[in-house]
């Protein structure tokens, strides 16, 4: 079975090793390699594992992916294979790796104060290549996140040692500082992040808090009865802030206005736009009402109506024909805006007709939906002109 190296010393990016076995990758991805000795980490506790390469005789093979089968073998997927007894040597991909010591204890030292300041215990976790959660039991609320990362960031400034050390897991039953009972049994790692933290964890840690660097809650959401809570530390926490940084600063050039006054200006400009909207309305309407007298004159003397408003939409037709119909005998049929049209057909109460029937005539022959009642009907998407229009009306 491979020594993992990073159990003792998770800093290590370079080892040699011995082929001991070499196979066809199950997932048809090229060869895996199992070695004497390993520092590569496979994936394992919601951890993505390392990258790098295995070095053969100045031959680089990069490594494309790290597992550990249920025997607990580590298998080291390359393209080539490997003859068994070879030595290589092995390199790991620093900031990859160094990324995921800095997500890891940070999730460590925030796990670990949800736990003591809330007792608000974490159910689960994943380190993504984007985004880490960790699952908490319970609901919290935002003041209690806040306080929660605020003191997750006092461990971090007080530097505090993390250490790794192994023990039986019989002798850590009644262990009291540690922060969940392991399910494990034989010997157990344990991570000890002084005076705050005592986990059984087999994952990359850094060697004091400070290198962590600054850990912030990006989000939170219920989720299964408690909360997840998204969270970044270190490298990812910069980058963070700069992302936003940037998203803040262009969005206050655009509004004239300072960054912290960015929400303010926001919630003015949707008042202003609804007012505005609402008064675009009101103009709307009042020319539609004046459109529709001025058709009153075109109205023939069988009372029928056919005729086109280019700066009326589908709403406008229909109030403009509901307008003309409100005088008896007459029979309506109105198109609106740019082709293709919106189409309404109306009646006045007391007229012998079918708007609807109409309506579904007009599209059978000229495109368009639509439908309606036999007294007002309209369509959309209608392509027909005033003169083809007036033909259905008799
Ligand atoms: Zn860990």
Redesign the pocket.
């Known amino acids: 079975m491979s020594v993992r190296l990073y159990y003792d010393d998770p800093a290590l990016l370079a080892f040699d090793g011995i082929v001991t076995a070499c196979e066809p990758d199950p997932d048809g991805r090229g060869h895996r390699v199992a070695l004497d000795r390993s520092a590569f980490y496979p994936t394992s506790?919601g951890?993505p594992h390392d990258l790098g390469h295995l070095r053969v005789d100045g031959h680089v093979l990069p490594v494309s992916d790290v597992v550990a089968d249920e025997r607990d073998e580590v298998w080291h997927v390359v393209a080539e294979p490997i003859e068994v007894g070879r030595q290589v040597v092995g390199e790991i991909d620093r900031g990859r790796r160094h990324d995921f010591r800095q997500q890891?204890?940070g999730?460590?030292i925030l796990s670990a104060a949800f736990d003591y300041l809330l007792e608000a215990r974490t159910e689960s976790v994943h380190l993504g290549l984007e985004a880490c959660t960790l699952d908490l039991h319970r609901e919290v609320s935002a003041e209690e996140c806040r306080r929660a990362e605020d003191y997750a960031n006092f461990v971090v400034f007080g530097n505090r040692r993390v250490s790794i050390r192994f023990a039986d897991a019989d002798t850590l039953v009644d262990e009291p500082r540690l922060r969940k009972q392991t399910g494990r049994t034989g010997m157990v790692r344990l991570?000890d992040i002084e005076d705050h933290d005592l986990?059984a964890?087999?994952?990359?840690?850094v060697h004091s808090t400070g290198e962590v660097g600054m850990i912030v809650v990006r989000a939170t959401e219920r989720f299964r009865g408690g909360t997840r809570v998204t969270f970044l530390c270190g490298r990812r926490a910069l980058e963070s802030y700069r992302d936003l940084r940037d998203a803040v600063d262009a969005s206050a050039r655009a509004l004239s206005v300072a960054a912290t006054d960015v929400p303010d200006a926001i919630a003015k400009l949707r008042d202003d736009l609804k007012q505005e909207q609402r008064r675009a309305r009101e103009l709307a309407d009042r020319l539609v009402t004046l459109e529709a007298a001025s058709l009153e004159a075109r109205v023939d003397p069988a009372g029928v109506l056919v005729a086109h408003l280019p700066d009326a939409d589908a709403q406008g037709v229909r109030q403009a024909a509901s307008q003309l119909v409100s005088t008896p005998g007459r029979l309506v049929a109105l198109l609106g805006g740019p082709s293709p049209h919106a189409l309404v057909i109306a009646r006045s109460a007391d007229r012998e007709a079918d708007a609807g029937a109409l309506v579904r005539q007009v599209c059978a022959a000229h495109g368009g939906k639509g439908g309606g009642r036999p007294d007002l009907a309209q369509a959309g998407g209608v392509v027909v002109t005033v003169d083809q229009l007036r033909s259905f009306l008799g």
Do not use: F, R
């Not at 964890?201 to 840690?205: I, L, Q």
């Open positions: 506790g951890q890891h204890t999730q460590h991570i986990s964890c087999g994952g990359t840690h």
